[in-house]
């Protein structure tokens, strides 16, 4: 079985991935500074995974088309900044961290809308995405 080649050489997609990666993980930690979750709801962590789970889709189905961005777009906003910025193991830290406080059920309910809303902001991106992408009919 064969292997799709990339489009960029391998150095170019790992410089990307890697910078696009420092950018979105500093964006996420910069969010978690500038508003604190304090204990409750993770309300920081949920609504960061949310916009970047819409951005993904967004950005997938608008803009990293053949045709549509350049090809180092996806490497350095999809796999770098996004894959850094919207990251399941923030949210199983924010779960973690309300069953050791007591609060199973907020877990429980944090994990679930995660999922579920996490998913319907993709599915929403990429509609729209796809939507921008056909241009007016």
């Known amino acids: 079985m064969s292997r799709p080649r990339p489009d960029l050489p391998l150095g170019w997609s790992l410089a990307l991935v890697a910078l696009g990666g420092a950018a979105g993980g500093s964006a996420r930690y910069g969010l978690t500074l500038a508003f604190p979750d304090g ?6 962590t949920w609504a960061v995974n949310v916009v970047g789970c819409f951005a993904l ?7 990293v088309r053949p045709g549509h ?3 180092w777009w996806r ?12 990251t399941f193991s923030a949210v ?11 609060s199973a059920g907020t877990a429980l309910a944090y994990l679930g809308l995660s999922f579920v809303v996490g998913v319907s902001a993709a599915a929403a991106g990429s509609i729209l995405g796809y939507r921008v992408a056909r241009g007016p009919r």
Not at 39 to 44: L, M, N, Q, R
């Open 39 to 44: 204990g409750g709801f993770p309300w920081t």
């Open 57 to 63: 889709g967004l950005l997938l189905n608008a803009w």
């Open 69 to 71: 961005a350049p090809r």
């Open 75 to 86: 490497p350095l906003m999809g796999t770098g900044f996004l894959g850094a910025f919207t």
């Open 92 to 102: 199983m830290h924010a779960v973690a961290g309300l069953e050791r406080s007591g």
